[in-house]
């Protein structure tokens, strides 16, 4: 058993040396780190197990971010040499500044006890688009008493990626570009609209930004684009409102604003689409419960490239605000992946 806990941050429970992500946080803890002393003459005469963990802490509106790391000696066989410490080095290309911090140097560490510190990193303001930042790492464990046999602990695998006014206008900020992030739309509030998009999940092929079903959908950044998609599939000339339906609106998905819109894929107008219209439950005065989910109109194959629905202008409205927020928060860049997770 161990004589002392793991060093804890946001991989706790995860305590394998793999490196775990959300897009604006990057951890591990490493709970293997071993050293061997040996004599003069070349014997073991002591071992140590460490723990090491590393945790980054990224904002998506600032090109600074915090990075701490943590070391533990977690037990040891024999006796150790005198004057025991650890150094460690931090370096990241650039345009990070500063390019390289070193939180210990030989800095002594005794059975049990952690060190534990703090280090602040920025991007240097880019001109144009991304700047991808790589962060790796250096430790050595020693004393002027032993003999240094093994070269020190290398090891990588951070990478970031900043931007100033490029994916997301008026701020600058940074993110973990290989975690891929998801949009969560709950029933209670979207109704239909939440309806819509999990029926054409689950009902076509495409199954648009169903994790472990489909493949991710794409942020498509350019706005005379994204208004040319909309008029392909709901223009005004292309949709007719249905004086069944509180409010309609055309309401479409994928997005006209990702890359795996109908527009994008062969589909020149929107009645090419899967068909469908929001269904009336009640009126309470509550759209997402009044209007909560759709029916499909036609013939349906399930090959559609698109569906379009007849959605009460609220709900619709609604949900297409909450992804533009979707992509300020995760700052997503133009073809930047993401999930879609319909919830209650």
């Not at 959300?22 to 293997?32: A, G, H, K, L, S």
């Not at 090109?63 to 006796?79: A, Y």
Request: hydrophobic share 30%.
């Amino acid at each position: 058993m161990l004589a002392a806990p793991l060093p804890v941050n946001e991989c706790t429970g995860d305590e394998d040396g793999y490196w775990y992500a959300t897009r604006t946080m990057q951890c591990q803890i490493d709970p293997n780190v071993q050293y061997t002393y040996f004599d003069s003459n070349n014997q073991v005469k002591a071992t140590a197990l460490f723990a090491t963990a590393q945790q980054l802490d990224l904002k998506v509106n600032s090109l600074q971010w915090t990075e701490t790391d943590q070391i533990t000696m977690l037990s040891h066989t024999g006796t150790l040499p005198a004057g025991l410490g650890v150094s460690w080095t931090t370096n990241c290309t650039a345009p990070c500044a500063p390019s390289s911090t070193k939180p210990w140097a030989r800095t002594p560490i005794a059975d049990s006890q952690n060190l534990k510190s703090t280090s602040t990193f920025v991007a240097q303001r880019p001109t144009s688009g991304y700047q991808y930042i790589d962060v790796d790492y250096q430790l050595s464990i020693g004393s002027p008493d032993a003999i240094d046999l093994l070269p020190p602990i290398t090891w990588g695998g951070v990478e970031v990626r900043c931007d100033d006014q490029y994916a997301v206008t008026n701020t600058g900020g940074c993110v973990v570009p290989w975690y891929t992030p998801t949009l969560k739309l709950p029933r209670s509030e979207y109704g239909s609209s939440a309806d819509m998009i999990e029926w054409a999940q689950h009902n076509l092929s495409g199954h648009w930004g169903l994790r472990g079903t489909g493949q991710p959908l794409h942020r498509l950044q350019g706005d005379s684009q994204r208004r040319a998609n909309r008029n392909i599939i709901c223009g005004n000339t292309k949709f007719t409102p249905d004086p069944n339906v509180q409010s309609d609106s055309c309401d479409e998905f994928p997005f006209a604003g990702t890359y795996e819109t109908g527009a994008l894929n062969g589909i020149t107008h929107g009645k090419d689409c899967a068909q469908v219209t929001a269904v009336s439950a009640g009126t309470s005065g509550d759209l997402a419960v009044d209007w909560p989910t759709v029916t499909t109109v036609g013939t349906v194959t399930g090959s559609e490239k698109c569906v379009r629905g007849h959605i009460p202008a609220a709900l619709n409205s609604d949900l297409g605000s909450t992804y533009g927020g979707f992509v300020v928060s995760a700052r997503l860049g133009d073809n930047d992946p993401f999930w879609l997770s319909i919830t209650f």
